[in-house]
């Protein structure tokens, strides 16, 4: 069975068992998707036949259609996504990520305009916000990150600490420009 409350919440769901939707065109066209769980306006709403996602937030996934274990919460998290495993805590947090498998993005617009990179790790507000295509990069403090564009395999820890170019790849970077010593 199915627990829905709000305006058109599940309206289409037909064969899709044991999902939640609560708030106004949540999984509204679900039709048998199932163990998925969407909070707030428009979460998970064009989810046809994804499994286990978990969206809360104002239009939290909501261009998924078939993926499965994506975990977003907050207002847009992963909001384009149509792939299968995806994190994302924040607002805006992995918005564009629309092929883009494998992210964990934590903080405000962390990953927000990923398109197809994928396995990138962005924590921090900010974090990897303008990796378009670029993969296999971490990225760990406030804005960290935040020129890579296209780059692979870049790991930056830091506040504002930053690759050393938009399409670095196979580099580590630890701090920002002010640090000094290591």
């Known amino acids: 069975s199915n627990t829905l409350v709000g305006m058109y919440a599940g309206t289409e769901l037909n064969t899709g068992h044991s999902n939640t939707a609560i708030g106004n ?3 509204y066209l679900s039709t048998n998707g199932a163990y998925n769980t969407a909070v ?4 998970l709403y064009k989810n046809t036949s994804g499994y286990y996602n978990v969206a809360v937030g104002y239009e ?3 261009e998924n259609q078939t993926g499965g274990e994506i975990t977003a919460v907050g207002y847009q998290a992963l909001n384009k996504t149509t792939v299968d ?3 994302a805590f924040g607002f805006q947090a992995g918005l564009e990520a629309t092929s883009a498998s494998g992210v964990t993005f934590l903080g405000w617009k962390s990953g927000r305009s990923c398109t197809s990179g994928a396995d990138n790790t962005g924590v921090g507000a900010g974090a990897l916000e303008y990796v378009s295509t670029g993969s296999l990069n971490t990225a760990i403090g406030r804005d960290a ?6 780059g692979q395999n870049c790991t930056v820890i830091g506040y504002n600490a930053t ?4 399409n670095a790849s196979n580099e580590i970077t630890l701090g920002n420009s ?3 010593k290591l």
Do not use: F, H
Request: charged content about 10%; hydrophobic content about 30%.
């Open 25 to 27: 065109n949540s999984l």
């Open 40 to 43: 707030g306006y428009s979460s």
């Open 60 to 62: 939290a996934v909501e």
């Open 85 to 87: 495993k995806g994190t």
């Open 145 to 150: 990150g935040g020129n890579i564009t296209t």
């Open 163 to 166: 690759a050393s170019a938009a």
């Open 178 to 180: 002010s640090v000094t």
